[in-house]
């Protein structure tokens, strides 16, 4: 059974899907009410940077979401979307992709997929916006981006499809919250997730928050959504904010902004 009935609105152009989706749960929209926009001017990535989101060359989509659960297991709202962009991913173009915590899809080592979700307050109670930027093209990220960010033309066999992934990403949503509902459904997620992603465990990776910076291993993730890391000198921190890079992967992601977070 569905959790929620999805309907799908449409725009040639928008500021931000995000910020159009959080409008509408303040006056009210249900849960399952899914933005699209062609093109946004204004595209939101995490931290405050921006999503390049040129004209047909990317998927840009929000959902609006008005979970039961305690607020304090929100953020696994971010955790259960990449896993729902992987079964989409995987079912529409049989791609194999990896998930960078917490809100990166990867394809051959590069960001094919951005997740932001946000939370609102409205009238109905509070919300979460969870947007998700999939680059199709090679043109929907700036070309100084291109040893860090892929697109589903790049990596799939076929040439990507909107249509067709979006109506792969609403049903992979659908089952993915639903799941997450169910007794347990936390658990499994967590489970679900560690076997997805190779930032789950034995990863040695840099967190960056802020000025701060340390380099540690990953031990797992907390029943939140945070990520559990080992420093050197062996201490266990729990990360719930700032950038995660791999190691190796680190000095050719510094300083770029748009779609590789
Ligand atoms: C990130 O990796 O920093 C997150 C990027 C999220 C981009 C998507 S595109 C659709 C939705 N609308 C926005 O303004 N941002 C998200």
Known sequence: MDVFTPTIVRFDSLPSTNLEAARRAIEGAAEGLCVVAAE????????????????????????????????????????????????????????????????????????????????????????????????????????????VATSVDAVAASPANLELLMESLVNALS??????????????????WCVRSSYCAGKKIRVTDGGVSFVGTTRGIEKDGALIVETDAGELKVIRAGDVSSVRAFSSAQGTTGNTD
């Open 175 to 192: 089952n993915q919250y639903r799941n997450l509902r169910m007794q347990d459904g936390i658990t499994n997620l967590v489970n679900d």
């Open 40 to 147: 946004q001017t204004q595209g939101r990535g995490r931290l405050g940077r921006q999503w390049a989101s040129p004209k047909g060359a990317g998927l840009y989509f929000s959902i609006i979401l008005r979970p039961a659960f305690a607020q304090s297991s929100w953020p696994l709202l971010t955790l259960m979307a990449a896993v729902a962009v992987q079964d989409a991913l995987s079912k529409s173009y049989d791609l194999r992709t990896d998930i960078k915590w917490p809100n990166d899809v990867i394809a051959n080592e590069k960001k094919l997929c951005g997740i932001l979700a946000e939370t609102v307050e409205t009238p109905k109670g509070g919300a979460v916006v969870v947007g998700i930027g999939i680059n199709l093209t090679e043109d929907s990220f700036p070309s100084e981006l291109k040893d």
